[in-house]
């Protein structure tokens, strides 16, 4: 008889009005996790380091030495970078010194389910990277994506579950034949699944090959659901064993059109709080800078969340409800007495944050700021402020009203009991058109964006792609002023493409430099002054 075992998941987005923090109920500090990246790191010092310092990097996954996967992203190579960087630990994908991907699989004579060539690739790289002063660093992942490369079906068939067992016991020994103190991560799957994580510890605990480090994959939309049904799961299953409490890496998370768009990675940074994990950001679109935070040394939009991630501090509290299309981390810190909040992830025209038992009297201090997407590769000066001032405390209690949140941004609300003596700019008076909704002609919309394509806000693209080509549109503004025209673009030529811009009858030409490739978004700046109206 074979036996299907799901992990379900069925929930129902709550598109809320109102979020509402209980300050007398906390839940201890955060633990800053989601601070890592597969392939994050190409070469010494880049990303450099200086760009990697303020988001405090927990880990990364880089190839083995002379691995052939790719050009790049080499552990012996950038370690000393990783470790001035402030790493914690780095993962070294042993199947990554293989050239193809999937990993081809060369012969296996000995019928050891481990092709004949691996250990000894294993061996060697080990031994190289054992040479580093840094080695106490490195964690070991003998396999990447088992389920789906060299041992398909390996969740459902029992064959194939033995085969990766023993492959898994002869690659861990191989390991610690070399180097016996090493810290080795596992098993590593496309996803969580609870039969085969059971029958993998039973393996390891039989067999003494049990892993350091717990790892598995989350790339979809369905495990950014029911990823804390899987880590409660886990922590069963090790209980029921007898296992100690192992930490958890999420090595792989995010969907590629997550991946630079502070709104959509809020809960992945939500999620991994709740749980207490690590995680990576995937690796969909290019290598080495650090999966879409940083270009050339130039920081974007999502490098920004993560630095005001980390900057949180004190407890964490928890809104209610707690599951809706619009995901928190909201902290506390009796200190500073200081209260933080971080949400995004969906399109509100009004959401209130209502705050209960605080210890403010009479009126706080609020900031509001925007953290708005720049693009793949788009440079990202500072948050944007959009509000500021106080608001009256009743019965230990305040709300703050939101308009306008865009799904593509993550906010920072700031609280406190006066504003002190810090000095900051004015609020922003911002106005946004996407292009697919503007005044078109002669131009091409198409849909894009979906799973693991690059961002796209909206998930369309307007294409000006013939000389006759024009995209319009009006606005009105506030006052007489110098204002900044952003303008998102794709530009995948070898070139700079000029384009007319004409402004109350005025032209102009903007140059669009090259982006990464005719997929990914950049950001185009231009000073402009208009008069009111």
């Not at 880590?231 to 299953?237: A, G, T, V």
């Amino acid at each position: 008889m074979r036996w299907l075992m799901l992990i379900l998941c069925f929930s129902t987005l709550v598109f809320a009005d109102e979020l509402v923090f209980d300050l007398s109920r906390t839940n201890g500090p955060l633990g800053f996790g989601a601070v890592g990246a597969h392939y994050a790191l190409s070469e010494p010092d880049v990303p450099s380091v200086i760009s990697l310092v303020p988001i405090r990097v927990r880990t990364v996954n880089q190839k083995p030495p002379y691995g052939l996967q790719h050009p790049g992203a080499d552990a012996f190579r950038v370690m000393e970078s990783f470790v001035k960087a402030g790493g914690e630990y780095l993962q070294v994908y042993l199947q990554d010194i293989y050239l193809n991907w999937p990993y081809e699989k060369n012969p296996d004579n000995n019928r050891d389910y481990v092709p004949d060539d691996y250990l000894e690739k294993v061996r060697e790289s080990v031994r190289i990277l054992e040479m580093l002063p840094y080695r106490d660093k490195i964690v070991y992942v003998p396999f990447n994506e088992p389920d789906a490369i060299w041992y398909g079906g390996l969740f459902w068939s029992s064959k194939r579950m033995k085969e990766f067992f023993t492959a898994w016991k002869a690659v861990y020994n191989t390991i610690k034949e070399v180097a016996p103190s090493a810290k080795i991560a596992g098993p590593n799957t496309t996803t969580y699944n609870s039969r085969f994580m059971k029958k993998f510890f039973e393996f390891c605990l039989q067999e003494n090959c049990l892993p350091d480090l717990i790892t598995w994959h989350e790339l979809n939309l369905m495990d950014a659901e029911a990823g804390h049904a899987y880590y409660q799961d886990f922590r069963k299953i090790e209980k029921e064993l007898g296992i100690r409490s192992l930490p958890i890496c999420i090595n792989e998370y995010a969907l590629g059109k997550e991946l630079s768009v502070p709104g959509r990675l809020m809960k992945w940074l939500a999620r991994f709080e709740q749980s207490k994990v690590d995680g990576c950001l995937a690796y969909w679109h290019a290598a080495g800078n650090f999966s879409g935070l940083v270009e050339g040394n130039v920081p974007n939009s999502a490098w920004w969340l993560f630095r005001e991630y980390v900057n949180m501090s004190g407890e964490l509290v928890s809104a209610t409800p707690s599951y809706t299309s619009i995901s928190t981390l909201a902290v506390y810190d009796r200190n500073t007495k200081t209260l933080k909040v971080l949400l995004g992830g969906d399109d509100q025209e009004e959401l209130t944050l209502t705050f209960r038992n605080t210890p403010f009297k009479e009126r706080v201090y609020y900031e509001v700021w925007e953290i708005e997407w720049s693009g793949y590769t788009g440079i990202y000066i500072s948050p944007d402020l959009l509000e500021k001032g106080y608001t009256e405390v009743l019965n230990g209690g305040f709300s703050l009203k939101l308009q306008n949140l865009s799904e593509m941004s993550a906010y920072l609300i700031l609280v406190r009991k006066d504003e002190g003596s810090r000095q900051i700019y004015q609020s922003v008076w911002k106005w946004r058109q996407e292009a697919e909704n503007a005044f078109l002609e002669n131009c091409t919309v198409e849909i894009h964006g979906r799973g693991n394509n690059p961002p796209y806000s909206g998930e369309k693209v307007v294409f000006l792609d013939n000389t006759k080509s024009a995209l319009s549109f009006k606005v009105e503004v506030p006052k007489d002023s110098l204002y900044l025209l952003e303008i998102w673009y794709l530009n995948g030529n070898a070139k700079s493409v000029k384009h007319k811009l004409e402004i109350n009858d005025e032209t102009f030409e903007v140059i669009f430099p090259p982006t990464l490739s005719g997929s990914y978004v950049g950001k185009v700046e231009i000073p402009v002054w208009l008069k009111k109206g």
